[in-house]
T-cell receptor, first 115, second 117 residues
Framework: AQTVTQSQPEMSVQEAETVTLSCTYD???????LFWYKQPPSRQMILVIR??????QNATENRFSVNFQKAAKSFSLKISDSQLGDTAMYFC????????????FGTGTSLTVIP | GAVVSQHPSRVICKSGTSVKIECRSLDFQATTMFWYRQFPKQSLMLMATSNEGSKATYEQGVEKDKFLINHASLTLSTLTVTSAHPEDSSFYICSARSGQGITGELFFGEGSRLTVL
């Protein structure tokens, strides 16, 4: 079975600063996707960034980037120039290929951006 | 991106009654939809995978007779909580996959908060 671990239940960061959220996972699969999802107070989950395991290059989406270490099974999210709207729960998720029918979510990290 | 809508967003019911929650993919066809349950400050727990035109696949520990899932069309899946009890109070979230194959992204509904009195 796949497990996803987020060891930081809560984090805070000053506005405009950089913060890194940690995620580790355990799998015997070699082909999979990793995701970071954001769940703001409105509760709807929004995809932040996606990484394909076979790609060595770290994914980047504007202020969001990941540090994907496949051997270490680590997938951290870096948020640069933090904004107040980044305040939310962040979930790391794993999906194995080729079936792709199950997402395994971490327990989440509550991020607060402080003005 | 693709839009998934849930209805109702909030529902309060009496113990022993049944409640239906709808999940619709508004601008794409979803052959597979997923139902999650989320407790306060906790992660999403997958309850079942709903495939259009076939029976849902339930996760271990989820009562299929309690949580009835129907996926009658490519844009609609419903979750019915039968004979609801206070312990069924929770936040229920649906999601759907857009496109064919495994491009990966899931789109989530807004969630439905069920309160059973």
């Amino acid at each position: 079975a796949q497990t996803v671990t987020q060891s930081q239940p809560e984090m805070s960061v000053q506005e405009a600063e950089t913060v890194t959220l940690s995620c580790t996972y355990d799998t015997s699969e070699n082909n999979y996707y990793l995701f970071w999802y954001k769940q703001p107070p409105s509760r709807q989950m929004i995809l932040v960034i996606r990484q394909e395991a076979y790609k060595q290059q770290n994914a980047t989406e504007n202020r969001f980037s990941v540090n994907f270490q496949k051997a270490a099974k680590s997938f951290s999210l870096k948020i640069s120039d933090s904004q107040l709207g980044d305040t939310a729960m962040y979930f790391c998720a794993f999906m194995k290929r080729p079936t792709g029918n199950q997402f395994y979510f971490g327990t989440g990290t509550s991020l607060t951006v402080i003005p | 991106g693709a839009v998934v809508s849930q209805h109702p967003s909030r529902v309060i019911c009496k113990s022993g009654t049944s409640v239906k929650i709808e999940c619709r993919s508004l601008d794409f066809q979803a052959t597979t939809m997923f139902w999650y349950r989320q407790f306060p400050k906790q992660s999403l727990m997958l309850m079942a995978t709903s495939n259009e035109g076939s029976k849902a696949t339930y996760e271990q520990g989820v009562e299929k007779d309690k949580f009835l899932i129907n996926h009658a069309s490519l844009t609609l899946s419903t979750l019915t909580v039968t004979s609801a009890h206070p312990e069924d109070s929770s936040f229920y979230i649906c999601s759907a996959r857009s496109g064919q194959g495994i491009t990966g992204e899931l789109f989530f509904g807004e969630g439905s908060r069920l309160t059973v009195l």
